[in-house]
């Protein structure tokens, strides 16, 4: 191996564990909003100043682990489709909540993709990432088509709902540590955060058996958004 493959190696792995470690801190801290430069570069085993090697911000970071979540969120659902046919509305709806739903810094870093992180990077970086998740975004689409009974128009705003419930729901049922406290004191204030999993699944049925008897997926009346 020349020393130009071994530096491409090396820095996908550097990346990689960065990565890794943004995750497992998020996980650990009780999301994304937590995260700060310095911890992630000491947990990865890197100089504190090795990050900028890879990443030019925090933002990028994040943002390079949402593109992972998109392609992760893509692999899930080929996984648990595998060769099957015919599926019930119901029954691909629990597939995307499932899915999606193994992969909560995913769901987390969708409410921030949208609020932040787009918009604090260059115009290629938005562009690579954009590029990617519509790559994925269109194969989960692809592959739930061809292994249901729904229209390609009725997946496509399946998962569209999808993704706004699980960026929503994962907020509400993580709340910060004030919200938390709050809850506590006023528990009939704290109802909305529910488990995660089965309200995701049960909104998501709903909405994929009333898109099923609709000709497109698309709303049947009013004004059009």
Not at 182 to 201: I, K
Not at 210 to 223: D, F, N, V, W, Y
């Amino acid at each position: 191996m020349n020393q130009r493959a071994r530096s491409a190696d090396d820095k996908a792995r550097r990346s990689e564990a960065l990565l890794a470690a943004a995750e497992s801190l998020a996980l650990e801290l009780g999301g994304v909003r937590f995260i700060t430069l310095a911890p992630v570069t000491q947990r990865a085993g890197l100089h504190r100043t090795g990050v900028r090697r890879y990443y030019a911000s925090k933002e990028e970071l994040l943002l390079e682990l949402a593109e992972r979540g998109w392609r992760q969120w893509r692999d899930a659902v080929k996984d648990e489709l595998g060769d099957r046919t015919g599926m019930t509305p119901r029954e691909v709806a629990a597939v995307l909540a499932d899915t999606i739903a193994a992969l909560p810094v995913f769901c987390d870093l969708l409410t921030h993709v949208t609020l932040s992180l787009e918009g604090d990077v260059d115009l290629e970086r938005a562009r690579r990432y954009k590029t990617s998740s519509f790559a994925a975004h269109d194969e989960i689409v692809a592959a739930l088509d061809r292994a249901s009974e729904m229209t390609a128009a009725q997946i496509g705003a399946l998962v569209a709902a999808t993704l706004s419930f699980a960026a929503s729901f994962w907020q509400v049922s993580h709340p910060t540590p004030t919200l938390a406290a709050l809850y506590a004191e006023v528990p009939r204030w704290g109802h909305v955060a529910l488990d995660f999993t089965p309200r995701l699944r049960t909104l998501l049925e709903a909405t994929a058996v009333g898109l099923a008897g609709t000709a497109t997926g698309q709303p049947t009346s009013g004004r059009s958004r």
